[in-house]
């Protein structure tokens, strides 16, 4: 068993708190990630996990053993550093073997598995260079391969490709995965890269000034994000979050702000009338027809579809998704809709709660509404 | 072109006008003691000779001096660095109270002129019983050459990165593991400067030998050849050129030695971003 359990996690460095009661479950095998925008505390967890940083309180354990007590070398872990931190001074072969070394492998044992773990990391050449020899992507592979050459029951990355370059970051992403299908290992991925986040993880824990914000798979926290900060932070080009208030006509819950009024989709008993935020995704927004009347401002041509900006009052404005093949103009007058049945209502404030009632397989879609 | 010529007109005279005692001290060394006087002086010897050293080293106690200098210096300076390597590994890694102004508190000693400390040392030694021993003297360096050591490594230490640290610790290793397998290979270059500075202070330092130690069998050579050679009424040139040659020759020698490691890069690529 190597579930990993975070209970009531609080880490404080003097008078400032990075991580506020943390719970977290993660499970045998799973892909978890730790995203959240820099400073919001991903590496502070991730370290009290490989014991380098103690809880001030709380308890972490890993398969069933509370580990708080626990030295980083007895933990049975494997961490991958943004640093990649190699020791400069070694062989990418003396590199690889030094945990096997520290844990009393003998050296004719050593080998076999050193040269196993280069392999599949394509080290095989490179194994008698020294880490300043290297390029940025080798070195990160040789870090790979210190946590992989034994068969830890926990890894743990801290944000390992963010200093590669896009096409190596891309290809390492889908190799990660895949070697975490083949070791079937519990993985904790640390990254501030929501694209990483969403591509390679089972389950996603989104993080945010030290507390835990949402904690559910990819597309949940996509369709359903748990609050404001998690929609505005989830998803390239960013959801359109609309500020406006809400009130309760004759039982249906209406949405109003300047350029837009809507009905919006059943929510829950706490919403309330008074300010509120409507989140709409940029592909929930429909261009060229509908009761929004605005302006377009920007458009942005990424080569299968267009990005298109739409002012439609003062202050507010609406980011849609087009094919590439109708090109608006800026400047040009243009009607849009959006999709209720696939909008958000927060609750007021920066980190206000979705209101929305949560998606049920046949609920029925609402008709395309605005205005 | 014609700055360039200046340049290096001027940098080829700084450098004769530091070397030409130096040359001058092995050339004394070298000529018979009835040219040393001789006007107008003579720039090379007209008649070379060793006899000079050979005196030193065959009817003086000269290799005595040396045997305690090397003893003196070499006992300093593992001693120095030994302490001040653990001391910035305490002042950097560990978060205590108190820990910044610590560091600056040995600072403060450092600035202290050695003159004004030597009496109560002195005194402090005679009461321990450990007046006029090569031991004394380690003492009363270490105490002067360490607070310096202690600054010159705390920076060296600083710029290694703490996550080589960490990750030696999730590896497996011990703390004290992880001080010997990846901090130590690490500073090296620091431990390096740090001995040679020990060393060569130790080794050229006159006062407290001369306060603290006056017996022949514990005397270095900075106060040993002085004693030997200069007295009131007469200065033996020629031995003490000769002894000043085979008083430099161990620094040289050292310096040889370490001054690859000191331009040696200092692990680059370890750590990225
Ligand atoms: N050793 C430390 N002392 C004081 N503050 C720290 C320390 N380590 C991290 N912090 C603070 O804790 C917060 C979270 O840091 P970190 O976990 O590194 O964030 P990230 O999510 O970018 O990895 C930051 O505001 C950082 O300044
Ligand atoms: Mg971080």
Same mark, same amino acid.
């Given at each position: 068993? &190597?579930?990993?359990?975070?209970?009531?996690?609080?880490?404080?460095?003097?008078?400032?708190?990075?991580?506020?009661?943390?719970?977290?479950?993660? &499970?045998?095998?799973?892909?978890?990630?730790?995203?959240?925008?820099?400073?919001?505390?991903?590496?502070?967890?991730?370290?009290?996990?490989?014991?380098?940083?103690?809880?001030?309180?709380?308890?972490?354990?890993?398969?069933?053993?509370?580990?708080?007590?626990?030295?980083?070398?007895?933990?049975?872990?494997?961490?991958?550093?943004?640093?990649?931190?190699?020791?400069?001074?070694?062989?990418?072969?003396?590199?690889?073997?030094?945990?096997?070394?520290?844990?009393?492998?003998?050296?004719?044992?050593?080998?076999?598995?050193?040269?196993?773990?280069?392999?599949?990391?394509?080290?095989?050449?490179?194994?008698?260079?020294?880490?300043?020899?290297?390029?940025?992507?080798?070195?990160?592979?040789?870090?790979?391969?210190?946590?992989?050459?034994?068969?830890?029951?926990?890894?743990?990355?801290?944000?390992?490709?963010? +200093?590669?370059?896009?096409?190596?970051?891309?290809?390492?992403?889908?190799?990660?995965?895949?070697?975490? @299908?083949?070791?079937? @290992?519990?993985?904790?991925?640390?990254?501030?890269?929501?694209?990483?986040?969403?591509?390679?993880?089972?389950?996603?824990?989104?993080?945010?000034?030290?507390?835990?914000?949402?904690?559910?798979?990819? +597309?949940?926290?996509?369709?359903?994000?748990?609050?404001?900060?998690?929609?505005?932070?989830?998803? !390239?080009?960013?959801?359109?979050?609309?500020?406006?208030?809400?009130?309760?006509?004759?039982?249906?819950?209406?949405?109003?702000?300047?350029?837009?009024?809507?009905?919006?989709?059943?929510?829950?008993?706490?919403?309330?009338?008074?300010?509120?935020?409507?989140?709409?995704?940029?592909?929930?927004?429909?261009?060229?027809?509908?009761?929004?009347?605005?302006?377009? %401002?920007?458009?942005?041509? !990424?080569?299968?579809?267009?990005?298109?900006?739409?002012?439609?009052?003062?202050?507010?404005?609406?980011?849609?998704?087009?094919?590439?093949?109708?090109?608006?103009?800026?400047?040009?007058? =243009?009607?849009?809709?959006?999709?209720?049945?696939?909008?958000?209502?927060?609750?007021?404030?920066?980190?206000?709660?979705?209101?929305?009632?949560?998606?049920?397989?046949?609920?029925?879609?609402?008709?395309?509404?605005?205005? | *072109?014609?700055?360039?010529?200046?340049?290096?007109?001027?940098?080829?005279?700084?450098?004769?006008?530091?070397?030409?005692?130096?040359?001058?001290?092995?050339?004394?060394?070298?000529?018979?003691?009835?040219?040393?006087?001789?006007?107008?002086? !003579?720039?090379?010897?007209?008649?070379?000779?060793?006899?000079?050293?050979?005196?030193?080293?065959?009817?003086?106690?000269?290799?005595?001096?040396?045997?305690?200098?090397?003893?003196?210096?070499?006992?300093?300076?593992?001693?120095?660095?030994?302490?001040?390597?653990?001391?910035?590994?305490?002042?950097?890694?560990?978060?205590?109270?108190?820990?910044?102004?610590?560091?600056?508190?040995?600072?403060?000693?450092?600035?202290?002129?050695?003159?004004?400390?030597? =009496?109560?040392?002195?005194? *402090?030694?005679? %009461?321990?019983?450990?007046?006029?021993?090569?031991?004394?003297?380690?003492?009363?360096?270490?105490?002067?050459?360490?607070?310096?050591?202690?600054?010159?490594?705390?920076?060296? *230490?600083?710029?290694?990165?703490?996550?080589?640290?960490? &990750?030696?610790?999730?590896?497996?290793?011990?703390?004290?593991?992880?001080? @010997?397998?990846?901090?130590?290979?690490?500073?090296?270059?620091?431990?390096?400067?740090?001995?040679?500075?020990?060393?060569?202070?130790?080794?050229?330092?006159?006062?407290?030998?001369?306060?603290?130690?006056?017996?022949?069998?514990?005397?270095?050579?900075?106060?040993?050849?002085?004693?030997?050679?200069?007295?009131?009424?007469?200065?033996?040139?020629?031995?003490?050129?000769?002894?000043?040659?085979?008083?430099?020759?161990?620094?040289?020698?050292?310096?040889?030695?370490?001054?690859?490691?000191?331009?040696?890069?200092?692990?680059?690529?370890?750590?990225?971003?």
């Amino acid at each position: 068993m &190597a579930e990993v359990v975070f209970k009531d996690i609080v880490k404080s460095f003097g008078s400032f708190t990075a991580v506020h009661g943390l719970n977290l479950t993660i &499970a045998e095998g799973e892909f978890v990630s730790l995203l959240g925008p820099s400073g919001c505390g991903k590496t502070t967890t991730l370290r009290m996990l490989a014991g380098l940083d103690f809880p001030t309180s709380g308890s972490i354990s890993i398969g069933n053993r509370v580990v708080n007590d626990v030295a980083p070398g007895e933990r049975d872990i494997a961490m991958v550093f943004q640093s990649y931190a190699l020791y400069p001074h070694m062989t990418v072969y003396d590199n690889i073997a030094y945990p096997l070394k520290k844990r009393g492998v003998r050296k004719a044992d050593r080998a076999p598995m050193v040269q196993k773990t280069a392999d599949l990391l394509q080290l095989t050449e490179l194994l008698r260079r020294k880490p300043r020899q290297l390029s940025g992507g080798q070195q990160q592979r040789v870090a790979l391969g210190r946590a992989l050459v034994r068969d830890p029951k926990v890894f743990l990355l801290d944000e390992p490709l963010s +200093n590669l370059d896009a096409k190596l970051r891309g290809y390492m992403r889908v190799e990660l995965v895949e070697l975490h @299908r083949r070791l079937g @290992r519990t993985m904790v991925y640390v990254t501030h890269d929501q694209l990483e986040a969403m591509t390679m993880s089972d389950r996603i824990a989104v993080m945010e000034g030290g507390k835990l914000q949402q904690f559910a798979p990819p +597309n949940e926290v996509y369709r359903e994000p748990a609050n404001r900060f998690v929609a505005g932070f989830i998803g !390239t080009p960013a959801m359109n979050l609309i500020d406006g208030t809400l009130a309760n006509e004759a039982g249906a819950w209406r949405f109003a702000s300047p350029g837009i009024t809507l009905t919006c989709p059943p929510l829950t008993d706490d919403a309330v009338s008074g300010p509120a935020c409507l989140g709409v995704r940029p592909e929930d927004v429909l261009l060229g027809e509908g009761p929004i009347r605005g302006q377009v %401002q920007v458009v942005e041509q !990424t080569g299968h579809e267009n990005i298109v900006v739409v002012k439609i009052a003062d202050g507010i404005r609406l980011t849609g998704r087009a094919g590439a093949d109708h090109v608006w103009r800026p400047g040009e007058t =243009i009607q849009c809709a959006v999709d209720v049945s696939k909008a958000h209502v927060f609750a007021a404030g920066p980190s206000g709660q979705r209101l929305n009632r949560p998606l049920t397989k046949d609920q029925p879609r609402l008709a395309k509404e605005g205005a | *072109m014609i700055r360039r010529i200046a340049f290096n007109l001027f940098a080829w005279t700084i450098v004769l006008a530091v070397a030409f005692p130096l040359f001058w001290m092995v050339l004394t060394s070298l000529k018979p003691q009835f040219e040393l006087f001789r006007r107008p002086p !003579t720039f090379l010897p007209e008649t070379w000779t060793v006899e000079h050293y050979w005196t030193l080293l065959s009817s003086t106690k000269f290799l005595t001096y040396f045997k305690n200098s090397v003893i003196l210096s070499t006992t300093t300076t593992l001693v120095v660095v030994a302490i001040a390597t653990i001391g910035a590994y305490s002042l950097v890694r560990f978060r205590y109270r108190g820990r910044e102004s610590l560091a600056f508190l040995v600072l403060f000693t450092y600035l202290l002129p050695s003159v004004v400390l030597i =009496i109560p040392l002195y005194l *402090m030694l005679v %009461q321990l019983g450990l007046s006029n021993s090569i031991l004394s003297l380690v003492i009363a360096y270490t105490t002067f050459a360490l607070p310096y050591a202690l600054w010159l490594l705390r920076s060296f *230490m600083a710029g290694i990165p703490e996550d080589l640290e960490s &990750a030696a610790l999730v590896d497996g290793a011990s703390r004290l593991g992880a001080f @010997r397998d990846v901090i130590l290979p690490q500073l090296l270059p620091g431990i390096i400067s740090t001995a040679l500075f020990t060393f060569i202070l130790s080794w050229n330092e006159y006062l407290y030998a001369l306060v603290l130690v006056n017996s022949d069998s514990a005397r270095p050579l900075t106060t040993g050849v002085m004693n030997m050679l200069v007295s009131s009424f007469n200065i033996e040139w020629s031995l003490l050129m000769a002894a000043s040659v085979m008083m430099s020759v161990p620094l040289i020698i050292v310096f040889a030695f370490l001054q690859s490691y000191l331009t040696r890069g200092f692990g680059a690529g370890g750590v990225k971003g």
